[in-house]
């Protein structure tokens, strides 16, 4: 009889896998981030936990037996859900791991623009002593938070030791913890009018893609800063760039790019209010113990047991 396989395709901490056999102790277990380790297992995986391009035919194959794919992202983006919801398949993600390096991040981003630490490290390079007209706080500013989940939230909360006031946007416009005002997406503009700070935390969907152009950016003010940790296409990178050029906003922390890397003749490497990051906002020292023990492990237990995975299920209707 052929073994159930579960596959991982990263390297995972030897105690958190002896954790993991230890719940499915007649299972064929194998963790790698080495193709060629786990290529031949691609059609014979229950679960998979990660993603690799290289899978893609396999899962969607007529005798593929995945049933379930736990992502090591919180996007879900790159998986292919048509065939993956034809097929039924449950796909959990790692909504929730980046809570606390990403707000980190977002913050960051916000207090280097604020205090010109950026220009200050430019400065320094040069050996350059220039007060850089600096005068910016963020206390008792307001900040728009675009999507309140597990990010947004853990960023409201930090927002609220700068006794600031918190403006939220959700799809449901359910209240949270630390959010001043929480709107749906159809408010957008109302609330851009009213931020110092713009944060971006949402999923791309079809809804959220180029969700803000220069409709959204001509709403802002000229002294606000925009933030993006969320997923380039979100924004329509051309508008952002004119926007910052002609100074409709003041400047911004990027994370994320329509294309990644980002090219180096993109006109955001040499504007001066601009902060790149490579996309590693979410990178954190506990990612992967937060993600199998956190999320996949609990999971697990509850999928061996004939139930469905909770924890981050999507929902293949919203694409998140």
């Known amino acids: 009889m052929t073994k159930r396989t579960l596959l991982l395709t990263h390297d995972v901490d030897a105690a958190i896998l002896s954790e993991i056999k230890h719940i499915i102790p007649e299972w064929e277990v194998t963790a790698s ?46 998986l292919p859900l048509t065939e993956l919801q034809q097929k039924e398949v449950v796909v959990t993600s790692a909504n929730g791991v980046h809570a606390y390096p990403i707000s980190e991040t977002i913050f960051g981003l916000m207090l280097a623009l604020t205090r010109k630490i950026d220009t200050y490290v430019k400065n320094q390079q040069q050996k350059k002593w220039h007060h850089a007209n600096m005068k910016l706080e963020i206390h008792g500013k307001t900040i728009g938070i675009i999507g309140v989940g597990a990010i947004g939230s853990e960023t409201a909360k930090i927002a609220k030791a700068f006794g600031m006031t918190v403006l939220g946007i959700r799809h449901s416009g359910r209240a949270a913890e630390y959010v001043d005002e929480m709107s749906t997406p159809d408010q957008l503009n109302e609330v851009l009018r009213r931020c110092d700070y713009v944060v971006v935390t949402l999923p791309l969907t079809e809804e959220t893609k180029h969700m803000f152009k220069a409709e959204q950016f001509e709403q802002m003010k000229d002294s606000a800063f925009f933030i993006n940790i969320g997923r380039g296409p979100i924004v329509d990178e051309a508008d952002l760039i004119s926007a910052l050029k002609t100074g409709q906003i003041a400047g911004a922390g990027l994370d994320v790019f329509e294309v990644e890397p980002l090219p180096e003749n993109s006109p955001l490497w040499n504007i001066e209010q601009v902060i790149i990051t490579p996309h590693t906002s979410g990178s954190t020292e506990f990612y992967d113990q937060r993600l199998l023990q956190d999320i996949f492990i609990p999971n697990l237990k509850k999928y061996i047991e004939g139930e469905q995975p909770a924890i981050n299920l999507l929902d293949y209707s919203k694409g998140y």
């Open 33 to 78: 981030r080495d193709p060629e380790v786990w290529g031949g297992m691609m059609n014979d995986a229950e679960i998979i936990a990660g993603w690799n391009k290289r899978l893609r035919e396999s899962v969607i194959s007529a005798d593929s037996k995945v049933r379930w794919i736990q992502t090591w992202s919180a996007g879900v983006n790159n």
